[in-house]
């Protein structure tokens, strides 16, 4: 692995070789840059209650704080992407243009901020305080998952960092769609973090014709080359907070922890930067 120097920001670190960057967002100023990010606010073609646009601080220091806040007694959070699923946009109540309403069961598709396919994807992050009750993710996701049987043309999920438990992340790839075809590939549910000065961490993937390879503060933590997306994916920053997906069974027996119990209390998962390189053949 090697450094990649970026002018007044910290600096990336790379797998060997050469690399040039084509997209990134250093999280300047003090407002989230809409040419970039998108709110995911919809899921399976519903609003969800669980996400919300509120909730997303700039502090002026090239940081992006994505905080847990308050709604109606519950506890919502934010998630940012640069693309949409298609599953995920409503259903539009307008005609085709042959009359017809239930041919086609999707709204209008956005023009996504952006898409890409193959390359490294890093993120430098410092993480919530208490991923029990908000967990963190950074993700490329394809708009298309799960649209047919060959999940390297229609694309997959791959979780380069999700945080669940203190002093542990995962990382690892999803593939066949979210139905009954759902596959995990190269998948790692639990690694330990090691403590980095001011406890920021780089988590990055390299995506490339021929696999995955997956790293954590400059070191693999796990790779995979089965089932490689060919088709251009989004990026994702997000959060959620454990309970909404639950199903009511999960909630009778483990409560709901979404719901505010006692004072309000803040929390927020912290990112640097999110940048994009392609390497340079």
Known sequence: MKRFDVKDHESSILPDGEWKLVWADEFDGTEL???KWDFRLNFWGERCEAYTDEGIVLDGNSHIELH????????VSPQLQTGCNSFDV?????????KQREIWPLGPLEEPKFVHKYGYYECRCKFQREPQIMWSAFWVQSPTIGARYEPEWCGIESDIMEYFHIGKASSGNIYGGYGKQFRNEGRVLSYDLEETEGGWHHFGMDWSPDGYVFYCDGKEVSRCNEHVSHVPEFILLTTEVLGYRWTDEEREKNGRPFEIKGEFTDDAFIVDFVRVFDRVE
């Open 33 to 35: 840059d809409r040419t």
């Open 68 to 75: 847990r806040v308050e709604k109606d007694g519950k506890y």
């Open 90 to 98: 409503p259903k539009s109540d307008n005609a085709n243009p042959w």
